[in-house]
Nanobody, 121 residues
Framework: QVRLQESGGGLVQTGGSLRLSCSASTPNANNMAMGWFRQAAGKEREFVAA????????YYAESVQGRFTVSRDNSKSMTYLQMTNLKPEDTAVYYC??????????????WGQGTQVTVSS
Protein backbone atom coordinates (compact mmCIF):
# COMPACT_ATOMS: atom_id res chain seq x y z
CA GLN A 1 0.00 0.00 0.00
CA VAL A 2 1.29 3.43 -0.97
CA ARG A 3 -0.05 6.57 0.66
CA LEU A 4 0.35 9.85 -1.16
CA GLN A 5 0.13 13.30 0.41
CA GLU A 6 -0.04 16.54 -1.54
CA SER A 7 1.05 19.97 -0.35
CA GLY A 8 1.65 23.42 -1.81
CA GLY A 9 -1.80 24.44 -2.94
CA GLY A 10 -3.19 27.88 -2.27
CA LEU A 11 -4.52 31.12 -3.70
CA VAL A 12 -2.60 32.87 -6.46
CA GLN A 13 -3.32 35.64 -8.94
CA THR A 14 -3.61 35.12 -12.67
CA GLY A 15 -0.14 34.79 -14.16
CA GLY A 16 1.35 33.60 -10.90
CA SER A 17 3.14 30.37 -10.05
CA LEU A 18 2.79 27.54 -7.55
CA ARG A 19 4.67 24.34 -6.91
CA LEU A 20 2.77 21.30 -5.71
CA SER A 21 4.57 18.51 -3.91
CA CYS A 22 3.57 14.89 -3.42
CA SER A 23 5.17 12.76 -0.75
CA ALA A 24 4.96 8.96 -0.95
CA SER A 25 4.86 6.87 2.20
CA THR A 26 7.22 4.21 0.85
CA PRO A 27 10.14 4.03 -1.58
CA ASN A 28 8.06 1.44 -3.47
CA ALA A 29 6.48 4.44 -5.15
CA ASN A 30 9.78 5.02 -6.93
CA ASN A 31 8.98 2.04 -9.15
CA MET A 32 5.70 3.54 -10.33
CA ALA A 33 4.79 6.18 -12.81
CA MET A 34 3.53 9.26 -10.99
CA GLY A 35 1.38 12.14 -12.02
CA TRP A 36 -1.26 14.72 -11.33
CA PHE A 37 -4.96 15.04 -11.98
CA ARG A 38 -7.34 17.87 -11.17
CA GLN A 39 -11.03 18.29 -10.59
CA ALA A 40 -12.79 21.61 -10.87
CA ALA A 41 -16.11 22.18 -9.15
CA GLY A 42 -18.91 20.50 -11.06
CA LYS A 43 -16.55 18.82 -13.51
CA GLU A 44 -14.99 15.40 -13.90
CA ARG A 45 -11.48 14.67 -12.75
CA GLU A 46 -9.00 15.16 -15.59
CA PHE A 47 -5.42 14.19 -16.33
CA VAL A 48 -2.84 16.96 -16.00
CA ALA A 49 0.67 15.51 -16.20
CA ALA A 50 2.69 12.36 -15.57
CA UNK A 51 6.17 10.93 -15.78
CA UNK A 52 7.66 7.46 -15.82
CA UNK A 53 9.52 5.93 -12.89
CA UNK A 54 12.89 7.22 -14.12
CA UNK A 55 11.52 10.68 -14.76
CA UNK A 56 12.90 10.86 -18.29
CA UNK A 57 9.55 10.65 -20.07
CA UNK A 58 6.85 13.19 -19.38
CA TYR A 59 3.28 13.58 -20.55
CA TYR A 60 1.00 16.61 -20.38
CA ALA A 61 -2.56 17.56 -21.07
CA GLU A 62 -2.77 19.99 -23.94
CA SER A 63 -4.28 22.63 -21.66
CA VAL A 64 -1.15 22.82 -19.48
CA GLN A 65 1.58 22.04 -22.03
CA GLY A 66 4.30 24.68 -21.84
CA ARG A 67 3.05 26.07 -18.50
CA PHE A 68 3.33 23.12 -16.11
CA THR A 69 6.35 20.91 -15.44
CA VAL A 70 6.19 17.55 -13.70
CA SER A 71 9.28 16.13 -12.02
CA ARG A 72 10.33 13.66 -9.36
CA ASP A 73 13.11 13.03 -6.88
CA ASN A 74 13.23 9.31 -6.16
CA SER A 75 15.87 9.82 -3.46
CA LYS A 76 13.13 11.56 -1.47
CA SER A 77 10.10 9.67 -2.86
CA MET A 78 8.73 13.04 -3.99
CA THR A 79 6.88 14.18 -7.09
CA TYR A 80 6.36 17.80 -8.05
CA LEU A 81 4.19 19.92 -10.30
CA GLN A 82 5.57 23.34 -11.10
CA MET A 83 2.76 25.52 -12.39
CA THR A 84 3.45 28.84 -14.09
CA ASN A 85 1.35 31.43 -15.90
CA LEU A 86 -1.67 30.21 -13.98
CA LYS A 87 -5.14 30.99 -15.29
CA PRO A 88 -8.52 31.07 -13.54
CA GLU A 89 -9.47 27.90 -15.42
CA ASP A 90 -6.64 26.10 -13.58
CA THR A 91 -8.66 26.44 -10.37
CA ALA A 92 -9.31 22.94 -9.08
CA VAL A 93 -8.43 20.36 -6.48
CA TYR A 94 -5.18 18.77 -7.60
CA TYR A 95 -4.56 15.11 -6.89
CA CYS A 96 -1.29 13.24 -6.89
CA UNK A 97 -1.51 9.74 -8.31
CA UNK A 98 0.70 6.71 -8.77
CA UNK A 99 0.17 3.99 -11.32
CA UNK A 100 1.11 3.01 -14.86
CA UNK A 101 1.34 4.79 -18.18
CA UNK A 102 -0.10 2.48 -20.86
CA UNK A 103 -0.07 5.17 -23.55
CA UNK A 104 0.16 8.92 -22.97
CA UNK A 105 -1.72 9.34 -19.72
CA UNK A 106 -1.52 7.86 -16.26
CA UNK A 107 -3.80 5.05 -15.14
CA UNK A 108 -3.87 5.56 -11.37
CA UNK A 109 -3.62 2.85 -8.76
CA UNK A 110 -3.07 5.14 -5.77
CA TRP A 111 -4.49 8.58 -5.04
CA GLY A 112 -3.66 11.38 -2.68
CA GLN A 113 -6.35 13.35 -0.88
CA GLY A 114 -5.93 16.47 -2.98
CA THR A 115 -4.89 20.07 -2.51
CA GLN A 116 -6.88 23.14 -3.55
CA VAL A 117 -5.46 25.55 -6.09
CA THR A 118 -7.39 28.76 -6.65
CA VAL A 119 -6.41 31.28 -9.30
CA SER A 120 -8.02 34.69 -8.94
CA SER A 121 -8.69 36.89 -11.96
Amino acid sequence: QVRLQESGGGLVQTGGSLRLSCSASTPNANNMAMGWFRQAAGKEREFVAALNWKGDKTYYAESVQGRFTVSRDNSKSMTYLQMTNLKPEDTAVYYCAGGIIPDTTLTPVYWGQGTQVTVSS
